[in-house]
C-alpha cells in the first residue's frame, strides 16, 4: 500500500479505537495526564491511524513511522517542531503499547526527529500590540467586548498560553495584588503577575459577567466556561479587523510579552519563571531578540558612523 496520500477520513477501525481507549485510561489514570495534554495525544494518533489506514495501528513498523514523517514533512509541509511533537506522542503510544505487552517493541523509538532550524520566534511590535488592544470587533455586546479585551490585556500582560486562560478560576485572580495562580503544562501551577491595566481590564468584565454556577474566569454568554479554542478564536476575530498583517496567533503574544520584557532589562530567571520553562536555556531565545533590539538603538544612538557617512557625503560632492 501507498502512503503517499491525504489520510482518510475515519481512518480509525474498531479495533484502532479500543487501543486508542486504553491509551488515553494509560495516560489519564497511569501517567496523571491533563485532559488537554491527553486531546493532543490523542489527535496524533488518530492522524497516524488514519494516514495507516484501517486497522493498521497496532502492528505499524519503523518503516512507517519513518515515512510518515517524510509524508508530514514533505507532502503536508508541516513544521519541524510540530513533527517532533508528533513523533513524541507515537513514541509514548508504543511505548504504553510494549508495557501492556501488546508489542514486543516501539517502531517509533529510533527514528529521529527533523532537524530544528533556529528561527526566532516571531513577536509583535509594542505599537502592533497596542493597536490590538484598541481594536475591538463590531455588533459585540458590552460583556462580550469587555470579556475580550481582558483576554488580550491578559495575553499580553502574563504571557500565558490560551490554555491556560481558559483554565483560570475565579478563586485564582487576586486583583489587589495583581497576581494570578495558573496551571501549566503537566498540572503545575504557578503565580504570575499583571499589569495595572489588566487588572482593570478584568474588574471592568466582573462588572457585566452573566451569573452562574460555573467558577471559571471567563465565560460565554450562556454562563459556561470557555475552551482554548474558544480563547483563540476571539483573539483571531479581533486580530482580524486590526490591521495587523503579519501572521500571530494568541501564542505570539506570549513571545511578544517575552520579548518585550527581555528588551527592557528584565532578570532573564524571571521571565523563565513568569512563563512556566523548566529551563533557562528554553528562556534564552529571547535573549537574542533582545540583543537585536539593543543593536538598532546602539546605531540610532551612537554618531560616530552618521559622521563617517556625513564625510564620505562630502568628499563625493568635491
Not at 81 to 86: E, H, P
Not at 89 to 109: I, M, V
Not at 223 to 238: A, S, Y
Not at 292 to 305: F, G, S
Request: hydrophobic share 35%.
Amino acid at each position: 500500500m501507498s502512503h503517499n496520500k491525504k489520510p482518510r477520513r475515519g481512518g480509525a477501525s474498531d479495533a484502532d479505537e479500543a487501543v486508542l481507549d486504553a491509551f488515553v485510561a494509560y495516560l489519564t489514570l497511569e501517567r496523571n495526564r491533563s485532559p488537554l495534554t491527553v486531546d493532543a495525544y490523542l489527535r496524533d494518533e488518530r492522524d497516524f491511524a488514519a494516514w495507516l489506514g484501517p486497522g493498521k495501528l497496532l502492528g505499524a513498523t519503523m518503516s512507517d513511522v519513518r515515512r510518515y514523517v517524510m509524508y508530514l514533512a514533505g507532502e503536508r509541509r508541516v513544521d519541524a517542531r510540530t513533527i517532533r511533537r508528533r513523533l513524541s506522542a507515537l513514541k509514548t503510544f508504543y511505548k504504553y503499547l510494549k508495557w501492556s505487552g501488546q508489542r514486543a517493541d516501539n517502531p517509533a523509538a529510533d527514528v529521529p526527529g527533523p532537524r530544528m532550524s533556529d528561527r526566532k520566534p516571531e513577536h509583535l511590535h509594542v505599537a502592533e500590540v497596542e493597536r490590538l488592544l484598541r481594536t475591538s470587533v463590531a455588533g459585540r455586546s458590552d460583556f462580550q467586548r469587555l470579556r475580550d479585551r481582558a483576554i488580550l490585556e491578559l495575553l499580553y500582560a502574563t504571557g500565558i498560553r490560551r490554555a491556560e486562560v481558559a483554565s483560570i478560576r475565579i478563586h485564582d485572580v487576586d486583583l489587589a495584588n495583581r497576581t494570578i495562580e495558573v496551571t501549566g503544562k503537566g498540572d503545575k501551577k504557578r503565580t504570575v503577575l499583571m499589569n495595572k491595566a489588566a487588572s482593570h481590564a478584568i474588574q471592568a468584565y466582573l462588572g457585566v459577567r452573566p451569573r452562574t454556577d460555573d467558577q471559571s474566569l471567563f465565560v460565554g454568554r450562556h454562563g459556561r466556561c470557555l475552551t482554548p479554542k474558544h480563547v483563540w478564536r476571539i483573539f483571531r476575530d479581533i486580530y482580524d479587523v486590526s490591521g495587523l498583517q503579519k501572521h500571530a496567533t494568541p501564542h505570539t503574544m506570549r513571545h511578544s510579552f517575552a520579548t518585550h520584557m527581555v528588551e527592557n532589562d528584565a532578570n532573564l530567571e524571571t521571565v523563565r519563571e513568569l512563563l512556566g520553562h523548566e529551563h533557562l536555556s528554553t528562556t534564552g531565545i529571547y535573549l537574542k531578540l533582545a540583543m537585536e533590539h539593543k543593536r538598532r538603538q546602539y546605531d540610532e544612538a551612537h554618531p560616530r558612523d552618521r559622521m563617517l557617512e556625513g564625510g564620505e557625503q562630502r568628499k563625493g560632492r568635491k
